[in-house]
């Protein structure tokens, strides 16, 4: 079985930075692909960023482009997302997925992850 344990949410104001993280283990596996969503209340879940594990490829959703930056570390199986200038709107449980399997869905789809961690809650207060 492999887990995905994301940390580094919290209780930021408008305009501060924060950075989680995405931490993989478990079982043999190899990563493919890892993303970022997230989830606000009464909203639909939504992609926020992605990267290839080979890191060749980063994808950012149009309302976060600018303002974050997705990394990862392979050796320790964890992928990062700094977050900076963060709005109210930015307000969500914020999801890491890993993708673990060879796909063509798009790594900013949900349904390309197979694994998913429990959440991680950011408040931005203005």
Request: aromatic share 12%.
């Amino acid at each position: 079985q492999v887990q995905v344990v994301e940390s580094g949410g919290g209780l930021v104001q408008a305009g501060d930075s924060l950075r989680l993280s995405c931490t993989t283990s478990g079982r043999a596996f190899i990563v493919y692909d890892m993303g970022w969503f997230r989830q606000a209340p009464g909203k639909e879940r939504e992609f926020v960023a992605a990267i290839k594990w080979s890191g060749d490829s980063i994808y950012y959703a149009d309302s976060v482009k600018g303002r974050a930056t997705v990394s990862r570390d392979v050796a320790k199986n964890t992928m990062y997302l700094q977050m900076s200038s963060l709005k109210p709107e930015d307000t969500a449980v914020y999801y890491c997925a890993a993708k673990l399997r060879v796909t063509t869905a798009s790594p900013q789809s949900h349904t390309s992850y197979e694994f998913w961690g429990q959440g991680t809650q950011v408040t931005v207060s203005s």
